[in-house]
C-alpha cells in the first residue's frame, strides 16, 4: 500500500516565501504521486507560528493540497514544528518537517523517501555545506553543534529540522511531554532505526530570517540547559579544586606566621576565605546535583522505548 506523506512547514512572517514554496512543493508532491512512490492523499501542512503579516490570508488561499494550521499566537519555532509534526501523525504514514524558506533543498525529500521504504524510521537531512549562510552564522553554529555534544546532548552535526519521521518516530516523540522543547536535541534520544541524507543548503528565498542574534542565544541556551546538568556539576568540581588549593593557601599562611613576617590576624582571614569558599561552593554543587535529579524527573521522559518484540 501506499503511503501518505505529510510535510510540515512552520511559518512565521513568511508572506513573501509562501507561493513559491507551494508552488515547488504541490509540484513534487504530484511528480510522487506521479511515480507512484506515495499516496493521493498526501498533504502539505502550513503551522501559521502567530504570524503578524499576510500569512495566514496566503495559506487560506492555496486550498489544493495545503492544510493550514493556526497557532493562538507566537509560540516559537520548535513548538509550532511540534504542533504540526503531532497534527500529521495523525492522518499520515510519514512526515518530513522543513522550513518555508526554501532553504533546504527539496529534491532531498525523493532521497529520504528512499531510506524510508528501506526501512528507515528516521532520516535526518544533513547540510553538505553551508557556503550561503553568513561566516558568522557558520561558525557560532559549527560551534553549538561542538559544545551540544561535548556536554552530553546527542545532536545531529550540522542537521536542523528538516528531517523526516514515521509516524512510528512521531508517536515515540509524543511521550516526552517536556515544555523547554529542543527537537533538535530529543529525536536522537528516541532512537530507532536511522540514517541521514546530504543536501546543499542555499540561500533563503526571500525576506529577512526569523532568528536574529538573540533568538540564536536563547535557542542555544535552552538546549544546553534542557539535556545537560553539566554545568551543575563543573560548580562542584571547582569547589573541589579550590578547596585543595585552600589547604596550601593555609600551609602557606602557617609558614608565614611561624616566620613571623605578618600582621596579626592575617593568616586566620586568609584561611577562612579560602576553606569557607572551597566548602561553599561544593555545597552549591552538591545542592544543583538534587537540583539536576528534579529536573529530570520533572521532565517525565520515556525510560525506554522497546524497537521490537520476537518469539511471541
Ligand atoms: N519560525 C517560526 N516561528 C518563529 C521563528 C521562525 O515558525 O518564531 C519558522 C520560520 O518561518 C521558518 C523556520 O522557522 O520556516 C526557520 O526560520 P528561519 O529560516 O528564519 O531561520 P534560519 O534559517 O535563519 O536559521
Ligand atoms: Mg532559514
Known amino acids: 500500500m501506499k503511503k501518505t506523506l505529510y510535510?510540515?512547514?512552520?511559518?512565521?512572517?513568511?508572506?513573501?516565501c509562501l507561493n513559491e514554496t507551494t508552488k515547488r512543493?504541490?509540484?513534487?508532491?504530484?511528480?510522487?504521486?506521479?511515480?507512484?512512490?506515495?499516496?493521493?492523499?498526501?498533504?502539505?501542512?502550513?503551522?501559521?507560528?502567530?504570524?503578524?503579516?499576510?500569512?495566514w490570508e496566503k495559506i487560506e488561499s492555496f486550498g489544493g493540497p495545503v492544510i493550514g494550521v493556526k497557532l493562538s499566537r507566537n509560540r516559537?519555532?520548535?513548538?509550532?514544528?511540534?504542533?504540526?509534526?503531532?497534527?500529521?501523525?495523525?492522518?499520515?504514514d510519514v512526515v518530513i518537517s522543513m522550513d518555508a524558506d526554501l532553504q533546504d533543498d527539496i529534491d532531498a525529500i525523493d532521497k529520504m523517501l528512499d531510506k524510508f521504504a528501506d526501512g528507515y524510521e528516521i532520516v535526518y537531512g544533513v547540510r553538505s555545506e553551508r557556503k550561503n549562510d553568513t561566516t558568522f552564522k557558520r561558525n557560532t553554529?559549527?560551534?553549538?553543534?561542538?559544545?551540544?555534544?561535548?556536554l552530553g546532548a546527542e545532536v545531529v552535526y550540522n542537521s536542523a529540522d528538516y528531517r523526516l519521521m514515521s509516524k512510528r518516530a512521531l508517536e515515540e516523540l509524543a511521550e516526552y511531554k517536556?515544555?523547554?522543547?529542543?527537537?533538535?536535541?530529543?529525536?536522537?534520544?528516541?532512537?530507532?532505526?536511522?540514517?541521514?541524507?546530504?543536501y546543499p543548503r542555499a540561500e533563503r528565498f526571500a525576506g529577512e530570517s526569523k532568528y536574529p542574534l538573540k533568538k540564536m542565544v536563547k535557542f542555544a541556551w535552552d538546549g544546553i540547559t534542557s539535556f545537560s546538568i553539566?554545568?551543575?556539576?563543573?560548580?562542584?568540581?571547582?569547589?573541589?579544586?579550590?578547596?585543595?588549593?585552600?589547604?596550601?593557601?593555609?600551609?602557606?599562611?602557617?609558614?608565614?606566621?611561624?616566620?613571623?613576617?605578618?600582621?596579626?590576624?592575617?593568616?586566620?582571614?586568609?584561611?577562612s576565605i579560602w576553606i569557607l569558599g572551597?566548602?561553599?561552593?561544593?555545597?552549591?554543587?552538591?545542592?544543583?546535583?538534587?537540583?539536576?535529579?528534579?529536573?529530570?524527573?520533572s521532565k517525565h521522559?520515556?525510560?525506554?522505548?522497546?524497537?521490537?518484540?520476537i518469539g511471541e
Open 178 to 198: 517536556e515544555v523547554n522543547l529542543f527537537l533538535r536535541g530529543l529525536v536522537p534520544l528516541i532512537g530507532l532505526k536511522s540514517t541521514k541524507v546530504e
Open 141 to 150: 553554529a559549527l560551534a553549538f553543534y561542538k559544545l551540544m555534544n561535548k
Open 7 to 16: 510535510i510540515v512547514v512552520p511559518c512565521y512572517n513568511e508572506e513573501e
Open 230 to 271: 553539566k554545568p551543575i556539576r563543573m560548580i562542584l568540581w571547582l569547589g573541589v579544586i579550590i578547596f585543595f588549593i585552600s589547604l596550601v593557601i593555609t600551609l602557606y599562611a602557617l609558614i608565614m606566621k611561624l616566620l613571623g613576617n605578618v600582621v596579626s590576624g592575617w593568616t586566620f582571614i586568609i584561611c
Open 25 to 55: 512543493l504541490s509540484k513534487k508532491l504530484d511528480n510522487l504521486v506521479e511515480a507512484n512512490v506515495i499516496d493521493k492523499k498526501s498533504r502539505i501542512v502550513y503551522v501559521d507560528d502567530g504570524s503578524k503579516d499576510k500569512t
Open 278 to 297: 572551597g566548602l561553599q561552593m561544593i555545597s552549591l554543587g552538591l545542592v544543583g546535583e538534587y537540583i539536576g535529579k528534579i529536573y529530570a524527573e
Open 76 to 92: 516559537g519555532h520548535q513548538n509550532a514544528l511540534l504542533a504540526g509534526l503531532m497534527y500529521a501523525k495523525e492522518h499520515a
Open 301 to 309: 521522559r520515556p525510560r525506554y522505548t522497546i524497537e521490537k518484540i
